[in-house]
């Protein structure tokens, strides 16, 4: 068995955000055959999906995530962070679930001279 690792952003009771790392199992699964087998997780829905383009300079400030999302960033990197003061960089092959829909949420800035681009998936 393997397994897949992501970072989740998520609010606490007190309404702070905070990171934490989650491991995924991935089974070996006949996904595509005639295929020889490969590794997935389990299956789980999404709504929509959307591309961003975050340009060189940006910075979101404190914000709460608008919608239960994935985030896959594709190019560039940027600095994430939580309520409680954590940072953390998050770079091009990264994914993040963004779960922090109330409170003070999050910032983001991106950091560098490369726009981060990013696959947003809805759940």
């Known amino acids: 068995m ?6 989740r952003i998520f609010t606490d009771e007190n309404d702070c955000s905070h990171f934490e ?7 070996s699964t006949d996904y595509a ?7 997935t997780s389990s299956v789980e ?5 959307l591309f961003l383009d975050l ?5 979101g400030k404190w914000h709460p995530t608008p919608v239960r999302q994935w985030l896959a ?4 990197e ?8 954590e940072k953390r960089i998050i770079k091009a092959g990264d ?21 981060v681009r990013i696959l947003a998936v809805h759940l």
């Open 95 to 115: 994914i993040v679930l963004l779960e922090d829909t109330s409170g003070k949420g999050h910032q983001t800035k991106v950091l560098g001279n490369t726009s």
């Open 73 to 76: 960033l594709l190019s560039g």
């Open 2 to 7: 393997n397994q897949f690792e992501y970072l």
């Open 45 to 49: 829905n999404a709504n929509r999906y």
């Open 55 to 59: 340009p060189v300079g940006w910075y």
């Open 21 to 27: 790392a989650v491991g995924v199992s991935l089974n």
């Open 78 to 85: 940027c600095e994430f962070e939580t309520g409680d003061g």
């Open 33 to 39: 055959p005639p295929a020889s087998n490969l590794y």
